[in-house]
């Protein structure tokens, strides 16, 4: 079974930093996206960032040179430090991948970790 863990997550003040890190088990190899989504309350699921597996990177305009993204394709990891924190990033923060090569077939849905907390806050 494939899964996928966020860490990382927690309180930061405004201005501050955080880093968050997924990692995946199971079969999963050759990924094609790593992505990272966030949820605030009453909002929808919206995407932060993602990287392809050839190294191309997308932010969203919101986190544009305060958030960096990065992936060990070896590991199959993605990382995202998060600077100079805004209050507005308050989110459940959540891992995502897209299309994979599980060793005997490739999967094109997307798996989602379980989401981690980031609250921005003085």
């Known amino acids: 079974q494939v899964r996928l863990v966020e860490s990382g997550g927690g309180l930061a003040l405004p201005g501050g930093s955080l880093r968050l890190s997924c990692t995946t088990s199971?079969?999963?190899?050759?990924?094609?996206?790593m992505a990272w989504y966030r949820q605030a309350p009453g909002k929808d699921r919206e995407l932060v960032a993602s990287?392809?597996?050839?190294?191309?990177?997308k932010y969203a305009d919101s986190v544009k040179d305060r958030f960096t993204i990065s992936r060990n394709r070896a590991e199959n990891t993605v990382n995202m430090q998060m600077n100079n924190l805004k209050p507005e990033d308050t989110a459940v923060y959540y891992c995502?991948?897209?299309?994979?090569?599980?060793?005997?077939?490739?999967?094109?849905?997307?798996?989602w970790g379980q989401g981690i907390q980031v609250t921005v806050s003085t």
């Open positions: 990287v392809t597996s050839d190294g191309r990177i």
């Open positions: 199971g079969r999963i190899f050759s990924i094609n996206i």
């Open positions: 995502n991948v897209e299309g994979y090569y599980d060793g005997a077939n490739y999967q094109t849905g997307a798996i």
